[in-house]
């Protein structure tokens, strides 16, 4: 490394620059700013981020005062009511809602990191007629809105009788997410093709391919579409708003939804918005949870949107 | 999809038959007074949020850019609200911005700047809600953040050779060389602005909360679920759809149109 940017520097049509001006040479390719000049930066951040703490401490604290303190906006509750993780479970058939949420998010997540990669090998692997077009046809539906499809897709489960069940919810993932599909080419083309012949040449047959060869190089693709799916699934509201009808086929959000409006005094509710805070944090432990395991997978799939532009 | 198109020209309603009627339901929005009311909510909202969350992403991201210590710490804290489920956000939206009580508002009386009654106030409902998008900010912060590490840093020690301020290396370097990636953001977050749904309905549509639903938090696609799914409008709401792609179709070709002359790209043959 440090040979290549000396060379650079030789290299550099620069000759008018005293080379002490420079500064030491960098191991790595950044120029990082000396440790005193970078405080007042941390000091801002620090500064922004109880912008971004401070609601969850408050939520949290707000989830742990009893009923009279909820609105107090104190941070430290007079009296701790931990009962109120206890009652939640009570109140509501909360633990039903999140057995709901855990099978329908992680049956939709895996499938669509499935069906996504199947289709997305195929796409950059196999060469057939019209393959670019087919591309660009699944490409553009990723520039359609989600309320353009709602309906039809709606009318379609309707019409098969399965329109208030929890089946589409998750489903439409068999047949894979345009997004997904077009991160996952990305990485499967950048495999070698030598690797795939030398496979075929042991015997593999294109599935054994995929399997050993394709999916375990694209691992991080793979598992930046399950997080994807896994969040999307997790916060979404509307498909269960448009589906589930019955009290006990509710996931997560939908249920906390109902919860708001039940407990709010303006419907003759007991305003016990302590009991739903409470809820609020338990439904955020999994998305905090697979945040905390799968962080550098995040930014990597943040940064890979960045280059579909 | 196609159906979609399709049944725009019905008054397909699921339970009765449906028969075509031209174009009628398009001419019914129209009309509408709620449907251009609840356009034209989403539209000035998207105006307020984008601008902010595009601003305050490249702000946080460059500050980050520049630090090496607590820098995964702050990565963190910043993504945290990208992290917390919409119905959540939309819940805690409601009690923190609850007029003079909530937790913002007692923030800001420390300042004595005047409260807002935020959940009620027709000046205040859309900064209020742009607000509470913002607060996820940290995902376009990321963004950015990888986009500024990967400008090469020669161009950088080319700018202060040159005697560029640490302002225009911000300006005249790191801008133009992330330039697609703002882009990018402007078009999706455009895009976002215009559909956003959870929080908003989580917050100002529970049955409950009818008082406080008020004409200013009508967004186009809550209307548009409204008369699908509660009024079974659905040839209405359909062609409502395809109205919104039409519109985000027009704007994201006039935003390309308009890139073309900021927007730079690496290995653009000039």
Redesign the interface.
Request: glycine share 6%; charged share 10%.
């Given at each position: 490394m440090t040979s290549v940017s000396a060379e650079?520097r030789a290299g550099?049509p620069?000759p008018e620059?005293p080379p002490v001006a420079?500064g030491p040479v960098e191991p790595r390719?950044?120029?990082?700013?000396p440790?005193l000049k970078?405080v007042p930066?941390?000091v801002?951040?620090?500064a922004?981020?109880v912008?971004?703490?401070y609601?969850?401490l408050?939520?949290v604290s707000?989830s742990l005062k009893t009923r009279g303190d909820?609105?107090n906006?104190k941070l430290i509750p007079s009296t701790f009511a931990f009962h109120n993780y206890v009652s939640i479970w009570h109140a509501a058939p909360f633990l039903r809602w999140f057995a709901n949420s855990m099978y329908i998010t992680i049956l939709a997540a895996v499938l669509v990191t499935f069906a996504s990669a199947l289709t997305a090998f195929a796409f950059a692997y196999f060469r057939f007629p019209l393959r670019n077009f087919l591309f660009g046809c699944v490409l553009a539906?990723m520039?359609?809105?989600?309320?353009?499809?709602?309906?039809?897709v709606?009318?379609?489960w309707?019409h098969v009788g399965l329109s208030s069940s929890q089946i589409p919810l998750w489903a439409p993932n068999l047949f894979g997410s345009a997004f997904y599909i077009f991160l996952q080419r990305q990485f499967f083309m950048g495999i070698p093709r030598q690797y795939f012949e030398a496979a075929r040449m042991d015997g593999d047959n294109y599935f054994t391919m995929f399997w050993r060869i394709a999916v375990p190089i694209a691992r991080p693709a793979l598992i930046v579409t399950f997080l994807f799916e896994f969040?999307a699934k997790?916060?979404?509201?509307?498909t269960p708003?448009?589906y589930l009808h019955g009290y006990h086929q509710y996931t997560?959000?939908l249920g906390?939804?109902d919860l708001?409006?039940?407990y709010?005094p303006?419907?003759g509710?007991s305003g016990d918005?302590e009991l739903?805070m409470a809820a609020?944090v338990v439904?955020?432990i999994p998305?905090?949870l697979i945040?905390a395991f799968g962080?550098r997978y995040?930014?990597r799939g943040?940064?890979l949107?960045?280059y579909?532009? | 999809?196609v159906?979609?198109a399709i049944?725009s020209f019905t008054n397909?309603s699921?339970v009765a038959p449906s028969h075509g009627v031209g174009l009628a339901n398009y001419r019914a929005i129209a009309s509408d007074p709620y449907a251009l009311l609840s356009l034209k909510n989403s539209f000035e909202m998207t105006a307020i949020y984008v601008p902010f969350e595009m601003g305050l992403a490249l702000l946080?991201a460059s500050?980050?850019a520049?630090?090496?210590?607590?820098d995964g710490f702050?990565?963190?804290?910043?993504?945290?609200?990208v992290?917390?489920?919409?119905?959540?956000i939309g819940?805690?939206y409601?009690?923190?911005f609850?007029g003079p009580?909530?937790?913002v508002d007692?923030f800001l009386g420390i300042f004595h700047i005047p409260e807002p009654y935020w959940l009620t106030d027709p000046n205040w409902i859309k900064p209020g809600i742009a607000a509470m998008l913002v607060?996820q900010v940290?995902?376009n912060t990321?963004?950015y953040l990888?986009?500024i590490?990967n400008v090469p840093?020669?161009l950088?020690?080319?700018a202060s050779?040159d005697g560029a301020s640490a302002w225009r290396r911000f300006k005249d370097v790191t801008l133009p060389m992330i330039s697609?990636?703002l882009?990018?953001?402007f078009?999706i977050l455009t895009?976002y602005g215009?559909?956003v749904?959870?929080q908003i309905?989580?917050a100002f549509y529970?049955?409950?909360?009818a008082?406080i639903s008020s004409d200013t938090s009508l967004m186009y696609?809550i209307y548009?679920?409204q008369q699908?799914?509660d009024y079974l409008h659905?040839g209405f709401?359909?062609a409502m759809?395809?109205l919104?792609?039409g519109i985000?179709?027009v704007i994201?070709v006039f935003q390309i149109l308009f890139s073309k002359r900021f927007v730079y790209y690496e290995g653009e043959q000039r």
């Amino acid at each position: 490394m440090t040979s290549v940017s000396a060379e650079g520097r030789a290299g550099a049509p620069t000759p008018e620059v005293p080379p002490v001006a420079l500064g030491p040479v960098e191991p790595r390719w950044r120029q990082r700013l000396p440790l005193l000049k970078q405080v007042p930066f941390i000091v801002l951040l620090a500064a922004f981020s109880v912008l971004f703490i401070y609601p969850f401490l408050w939520l949290v604290s707000a989830s742990l005062k009893t009923r009279g303190d909820v609105f107090n906006n104190k941070l430290i509750p007079s009296t701790f009511a931990f009962h109120n993780y206890v009652s939640i479970w009570h109140a509501a058939p909360f633990l039903r809602w999140f057995a709901n949420s855990m099978y329908i998010t992680i049956l939709a997540a895996v499938l669509v990191t499935f069906a996504s990669a199947l289709t997305a090998f195929a796409f950059a692997y196999f060469r057939f007629p019209l393959r670019n077009f087919l591309f660009g046809c699944v490409l553009a539906t990723m520039m359609l809105p989600g309320v353009v499809t709602m309906i039809p897709v709606y009318l379609i489960w309707h019409h098969v009788g399965l329109s208030s069940s929890q089946i589409p919810l998750w489903a439409p993932n068999l047949f894979g997410s345009a997004f997904y599909i077009f991160l996952q080419r990305q990485f499967f083309m950048g495999i070698p093709r030598q690797y795939f012949e030398a496979a075929r040449m042991d015997g593999d047959n294109y599935f054994t391919m995929f399997w050993r060869i394709a999916v375990p190089i694209a691992r991080p693709a793979l598992i930046v579409t399950f997080l994807f799916e896994f969040k999307a699934k997790w916060n979404d509201l509307m498909t269960p708003l448009i589906y589930l009808h019955g009290y006990h086929q509710y996931t997560v959000p939908l249920g906390l939804y109902d919860l708001l409006g039940v407990y709010s005094p303006s419907a003759g509710g007991s305003g016990d918005y302590e009991l739903i805070m409470a809820a609020f944090v338990v439904s955020t432990i999994p998305l905090l949870l697979i945040f905390a395991f799968g962080q550098r997978y995040f930014v990597r799939g943040i940064t890979l949107q960045g280059y579909k532009g | 999809m196609v159906w979609g198109a399709i049944i725009s020209f019905t008054n397909y309603s699921v339970v009765a038959p449906s028969h075509g009627v031209g174009l009628a339901n398009y001419r019914a929005i129209a009309s509408d007074p709620y449907a251009l009311l609840s356009l034209k909510n989403s539209f000035e909202m998207t105006a307020i949020y984008v601008p902010f969350e595009m601003g305050l992403a490249l702000l946080f991201a460059s500050m980050l850019a520049k630090i090496t210590r607590f820098d995964g710490f702050f990565r963190t804290v910043y993504y945290l609200p990208v992290m917390t489920p919409t119905v959540a956000i939309g819940g805690m939206y409601l009690l923190m911005f609850n007029g003079p009580y909530g937790l913002v508002d007692q923030f800001l009386g420390i300042f004595h700047i005047p409260e807002p009654y935020w959940l009620t106030d027709p000046n205040w409902i859309k900064p209020g809600i742009a607000a509470m998008l913002v607060w996820q900010v940290g995902g376009n912060t990321v963004l950015y953040l990888a986009a500024i590490k990967n400008v090469p840093q020669q161009l950088y020690e080319a700018a202060s050779i040159d005697g560029a301020s640490a302002w225009r290396r911000f300006k005249d370097v790191t801008l133009p060389m992330i330039s697609p990636t703002l882009f990018f953001t402007f078009v999706i977050l455009t895009v976002y602005g215009l559909q956003v749904f959870d929080q908003i309905y989580t917050a100002f549509y529970n049955p409950s909360n009818a008082k406080i639903s008020s004409d200013t938090s009508l967004m186009y696609v809550i209307y548009l679920f409204q008369q699908a799914f509660d009024y079974l409008h659905m040839g209405f709401a359909s062609a409502m759809a395809w109205l919104l792609f039409g519109i985000i179709m027009v704007i994201t070709v006039f935003q390309i149109l308009f890139s073309k002359r900021f927007v730079y790209y690496e290995g653009e043959q000039r």
